[in-house]
């Protein structure tokens, strides 16, 4: 998926005034820090806080004293791109893991269950236990998916180390590529995969129904990828979605991303052992914990995964790693300014 395609014609009405009043009271909502006596909605609204793909945030909760269950929403999938709910399952295993985090710094220790021959909820359980806010836990409002250009500075050996050691989760492997000519090669397999889905009508009309066009939608919305957070202008509503396909160009995508991953300083490859839904719910959590991780040391971080979505380009970029499984997230990292937030739906419309 991309989300870089931008919107040319910006207005500058669209971008003021009672909207963008209105997004910014949702991220101040949104985005609060936990309270000390949190409630289980209040973890449940941390949980929503996880990255989750094309921000469809494909989650139900239901809650009790000693479990919160996350329940895949299949109204909320993204067949085009993600036919076989990959990037889904992936999107719930992020959220279990705020989730999980969040939990233990309340004085909850949390145990993440999924039981892959049943209907696809992931089950947390809860016990009493020690109380710990972890740094983890402090990252958790401040992530953010950064897609903007990185300023080129190397993270230092250190610093990649305790990323790796983050991310470090049962059944997934991490693949780090720090090398210019590697990561040269991970961006020709960006283009390619990025020039296929940009010339597919259907992946733009797709995505086209998540892009929120103005702040006014964003807020109206609360879910979706707002044109702002990618470091595009904004448009009216009717105005975005009448261009968007027509602005929106393999060339001018394959450079951007060119420009991106030219000025990150590493990229990170996610390999879940077993292929299904309980390897991609724990390549999710492995993911959260490595952004999170990487929040906590000042390290940005966004998706190019271009490479796994695109079934022949996949094929090609596994045998180029050469483990013999399938690649399951591309993530690049490196140090940039903030972006604005993106949103997410209140706690009482994600609730079973
Ligand atoms: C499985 C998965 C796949 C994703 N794929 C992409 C991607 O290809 N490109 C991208 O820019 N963001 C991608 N994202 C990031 C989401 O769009 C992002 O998490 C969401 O919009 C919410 O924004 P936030 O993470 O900044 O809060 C992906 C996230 C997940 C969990």
């Known amino acids: 998926m991309m989300v870089s395609g931008g919107v040319a014609l910006a207005l500058p009405a669209a971008g003021c005034g009672a909207g963008q009043s209105r997004w910014n009271e949702a991220v101040a909502e949104t985005w609060a820090t936990l309270a000390a006596d949190a409630s289980l909605g209040d973890l449940v609204?941390?949980?929503?806080?996880?990255?989750?793909?094309?921000?469809?945030?494909?989650?139900r909760f239901s809650a009790t004293e000693g479990a919160v269950t996350i329940l895949p929403d299949l109204s909320r999938r993204t067949p085009v791109v993600d036919p076989d709910d990959h990037h889904l399952f992936v999107s719930l295993g992020c959220a279990a893991e705020n989730l999980s985090i969040a939990a233990e710094a309340r004085g909850r220790r949390a145990t993440i269950g999924f039981d892959p021959a049943g209907d696809g909820n992931v089950a947390i359980s809860l016990e009493p236990g020690p109380a710990a806010e972890t740094p983890l836990f402090v990252a958790i409002p401040e992530r953010q998916c950064t897609r903007s250009e990185y300023d080129g500075r190397a993270v230092p050996t250190g610093d990649l180390a305790r990323l790796e050691e983050a991310a470090r989760v049962d059944g997934v492997d991490v693949v780090m590529?720090?090398?210019?000519?590697?990561?040269?090669?991970?961006?020709?397999?960006?283009?390619?995969?990025?020039?296929?889905?940009?010339?597919?009508?259907?992946?733009?009309?797709?995505?086209?129904?998540?892009?929120?066009?103005?702040?006014?939608?964003?807020?109206?919305?609360?879910?979706?990828?707002?044109?702002?957070?990618?470091?595009?202008?904004?448009?009216?509503?009717?105005l975005g979605r009448l261009l968007f396909p027509w602005i929106?160009?393999?060339?001018?995508?394959?450079?951007?991303?060119?420009?991106?991953?030219?000025?990150?300083?590493?990229?990170?490859?996610?390999?879940?052992?077993?292929?299904?839904?309980?390897?991609?719910v724990a390549v999710g959590r492995s993911y959260?914990?490595?952004?999170?991780?990487?929040t906590a040391l000042g390290i940005r971080n966004a998706f190019v995964n271009q490479p796994i979505e695109v079934p022949e380009v996949r094929a090609e970029f596994a045998a180029w790693l050469g483990l013999g499984r399938r690649p399951d997230l591309v993530v690049r990292y490196g140090y940039a300014p903030s972006m604005p937030k993106s949103l997410r739906r209140p706690v009482a419309d994600v609730m079973a």
């Open 177 to 238: 590529i720090g090398d210019p000519s590697r990561m040269a090669a991970v961006l020709d397999y960006v283009v390619a995969g990025n020039t296929r889905q940009v010339e597919d009508p259907a992946f733009v009309a797709e995505l086209s129904e998540w892009l929120r066009f103005n702040a006014g939608q964003a807020a109206g919305t609360r879910d979706g990828l707002y044109s702002v957070a990618s470091g595009n202008p904004t448009s009216p509503t009717w």
């Open 45 to 59: 609204r941390y949980a929503t806080l996880a990255a989750n793909s094309h921000n469809t945030q494909p989650w």
């Open 248 to 280: 929106f160009s393999a060339e001018s995508e394959n450079d951007r991303y060119s420009r991106q991953i030219r000025s990150s300083s590493g990229i990170a490859v996610f390999v879940a052992r077993e292929e299904g839904k309980a390897g991609w």
């Open 288 to 294: 959260q914990r490595f952004a999170l991780q990487a």
